[in-house]
């Protein structure tokens, strides 16, 4: 006779699963030691990042912090603000903290998101680890192969969004494993907003979301659940994500006219276009330069043995969510057989996945083996990848801008200097970073024309600036120039009535020309 849960009772003896309540018993604090002990670390990271001049140094870091300050501080602030091309929760999160100049101009407070989403990540993978298999050793595995790793210890030092995705994704997957095995019955709404919170942080969480969904299903008829039981709960569960999915999309078609921007912010230039085998030779490329050939070939037999693991016991099941992480390999595949260009940070969700489905396959281990097991795998991963390492290649890769904006100092002197308190007009899009470098000298967002201002910025690019703004800021030659290079190219008199006074490091500033008082007479 069927439980009311819909999940039959297991067989007494070995494997059998844990109620809930053994289960904490089990767990105990360990898995709120490992995450304030990563929170310590990862503060510590972050501030040897700070101080070292990095946690600034990618230019999109700087542009997130742009997106969440422009929500409130704008000329026509509002949820209009959120935009439509990142996904909105960590501006959302930012939206207030960042408002506070200090923490805006630092970054602190993205940073500080960052640290508690891998916190968070790694308490989330911990407990999983407990309450499935209770090996200790491999709970702390799990944290320091998440944590070793220089690129995702340098990303969490900074306003990225990686480290909300890496958070939100095994959030997810912690209460969904607790939703197995509480059975289909049950309420799903924590692990639906876990997973609608995971799919409005980054693109790579909708492809994990669906083969979560998917490797839920098999663990509930695993566990004994009828077919159409399992697929009813699911359902249930996929709402969440997909009306989240479905309000962002709407939105975008509010504020932009398309359900969907996926492209017209780089251009296309990438052998992989069009050739699906060399498109994921780079993604392995990019993994391979972020950790090592051994943290591949980790998560690949790890993959086998929770494969081998879901085969033998049904309670162990659950444990086949780790291999969802994975899944985000299909956003950079998408993305470079379309001729984007490549960016080993594409790859750096594989190195998390690896990680997390190589800590839960060292759980699953004989018990005598597993400390022994667990203490190889982390000491070989930080041989080949160590901590702090300066020269990781994220940190190389977010100082490809650096002699652009030294070149721009020279534009920011200019301003520094000259500026008469109108409006500027610039691209969002392409100079959001150099917004946030023209704070230090006391620019606010509402200081600038930007596509969030609506019908504004519209007539000011149909019909040209005069009239609207003081000053224009045009990117010329990173990703091919911006829109408005593009459309002072199309339009011949878009510039008219502006005088161009200063450039550098890729930005031309133009300056409204004055009119002339015979002029004003002739009027």
């Not at 995971?198 to 979560?212: F, G, N, S, V």
């Not at 070149?407 to 610039?426: C, S």
Request: net charge positive; proline share 6%.
């Amino acid at each position: 006779m069927r439980e009311p849960s819909g999940v039959p009772p297991l067989p007494a003896g070995r494997g059998t699963l844990r109620t809930a309540a053994t289960g904490r018993l089990k767990r105990g604090p360990l898995p709120t030691l490992i995450g304030m002990a990563v929170l310590l670390v990862g503060s510590a990271a972050a501030y040897y990042y700070a101080a070292a001049g990095l946690a600034l140094a990618h230019f999109d870091a700087r542009a997130h912090l742009v997106v969440a300050r422009r929500i409130l501080d704008s000329l026509m602030p509002g949820w209009q603000q959120i935009g439509a091309v990142w996904l909105p929760l960590p501006h959302l999160l930012n939206m207030l903290p960042v408002q506070v100049d200090p923490w805006y101009r630092s970054g602190a407070s993205g940073t500080a998101i960052s640290v508690l989403s891998m916190a968070a990540a790694c308490w989330a993978l911990a407990w999983l680890i407990l309450r499935t298999t209770g090996s200790a050793a491999a709970a702390v595995a799990g944290a320091a192969l998440l944590m070793a790793n220089p690129n995702v210890l340098y990303l969490q030092s900074t306003p990225m969004t990686e480290p909300v995705l890496f958070g939100t994704t095994l959030l997810s997957i912690a209460a969904l494993a607790a939703w197995i095995d509480h059975g289909p019955a049950a309420s799903a709404r924590l692990p639906g907003l876990a997973l609608a919170a995971a799919c409005m942080t980054r693109y790579e969480a909708w492809p994990i979301a669906a083969l979560l969904v998917a490797l839920t299903f098999a663990a509930l008829v695993r566990r004994g659940t009828a077919a159409g039981v399992a697929t009813l709960a699911c359902v249930r569960l996929t709402v969440y994500p997909v009306v989240t999915i479905l309000l962002f999309m709407a939105n975008s078609r509010w504020t932009t006219g398309e359900w969907l921007i996926s492209s017209g912010f780089y251009v296309p230039d990438n052998d992989a276009a069009g050739h699906p085998r060399l498109a994921w030779q780079q993604i392995l490329d990019g993994m391979d330069r972020l950790s090592s050939p051994v943290t591949r070939w980790f998560g690949l037999a790890g993959a086998v043995v929770v494969a081998v693991a879901f085969g033998r016991s049904r309670a162990h099941a659950a444990l086949a969510l780790a291999l969802a992480p994975a899944a985000a390999a299909a956003l950079p595949l998408y993305a470079y057989l379309h001729g984007h260009p490549v960016r080993v940070r594409y790859s750096l969700p594989m190195v998390v996945a690896a990680a997390v489905v190589t800590a839960v396959a060292l759980a699953t281990l004989p018990r005598r083996v597993r400390p022994i097991a667990c203490a190889i795998v982390v000491a070989l991963t930080l041989y080949q990848s160590p901590p702090l390492d300066r020269s990781a290649p994220l940190i190389i890769e977010s100082l490809r801008d650096v002699q652009n904006r030294e070149g721009r100092t020279a534009v920011v002197r200019y301003l520094e200097q000259h500026y008469d308190g109108r409006l500027v007009m610039m691209s969002m899009g392409s100079l959001a970073h150099f917004m946030h470098d023209l704070s230090h000298i006391g620019f606010d967002i509402g200081d600038f024309l930007q596509e969030g201002n609506g019908e504004v910025w519209v007539a000011a690019v149909r019909y040209g600036p005069r009239g609207h703004v003081g000053w224009v800021a045009i990117e010329e030659e990173s990703e091919g120039g911006d829109g408005l290079f593009h459309r002072a190219r199309q339009f011949h008199g878009f510039l008219d009535g502006f005088d161009r006074v200063v450039e550098g490091g890729g930005v031309a500033l133009y300056r409204a020309t004055p009119i002339r008082p015979e002029a004003r007479a002739g009027q």
